[in-house]
């Protein structure tokens, strides 16, 4: 076994063996997602201004819908940057006086911070349901909440289990921290 310390994946100290290519594949699409993310920070940085969304938010849900690849698609046919259906692209660009499709790059963000925005005002400024919303759809978490009694108790009944969206929610905060370290330290 090698005992490798890759705070890049985990931040931890951790046991591979025969892992190694692995991890460093692994670290290799971390970092070239993470640099593109940075490298978008001055856009991302005027899309969640004019949305009044953290940016560094707004660069981990970047990264974690698309690691920052203009042209990701997803099977489902969300698309861009922050990964919106169709359907909900064109609400948002109907709102914000938007042309199109297509869209640019940047009305991508403009549009996945202002939907985010909005799924966070929709819980009175609860980031964590803002973005389950974004994730899953807002009605179906109020569903969710009700079923469970209240949005306290979903998010508990959430928790300890893995590849949950309460997993979405704690990637992205992760992200921000991370984009927001290495913003001030340049």
Not at 23 to 48: E, T, Y
Not at 51 to 67: C, W
Not at 90 to 116: H, Q, T
Not at 156 to 179: A, C, H, N, W
């Amino acid at each position: 076994m090698i005992l490798i310390k890759h705070s890049f994946i985990s931040g931890r100290s951790f046991l591979i063996g025969g892992l190694v290519i692995g991890v460093l594949a692994a670290s290799f699409f971390w970092r070239a997602g993470f640099q593109r993310v940075v490298d978008l920070l001055p856009q991302i940085k005027v899309a969640a201004t004019e949305s009044g969304v953290n940016p560094y938010l707004l660069a981990g849900l970047v990264y974690a819908e698309s690691r920052g690849q203009v042209d990701a698609l997803s099977s489902v046919e969300a698309g861009g940057y922050c990964q919106l259906l169709p359907s909900t692209a064109a609400e948002v660009a109907g709102k914000m006086k938007i042309s199109g499709p297509p869209y640019s790059p940047d009305d991508n963000l403009r549009m996945g911070s202002f939907y985010l925005a909005q799924m966070i005002r929709r819980w009175d400024g609860s980031v964590a349901l803002g973005l389950l919303s974004y994730r899953l759809g807002a009605a179906r978490v109020s569903r969710n909440i009700k079923k469970a009694g209240s949005a306290d108790l979903y998010i508990d009944s959430m928790r300890g289990q893995s590849k949950t969206p309460l997993s979405y929610v704690e990637q992205i905060l992760d992200y921000q921290q991370r984009f927001a370290d290495h913003d001030q330290a340049q």
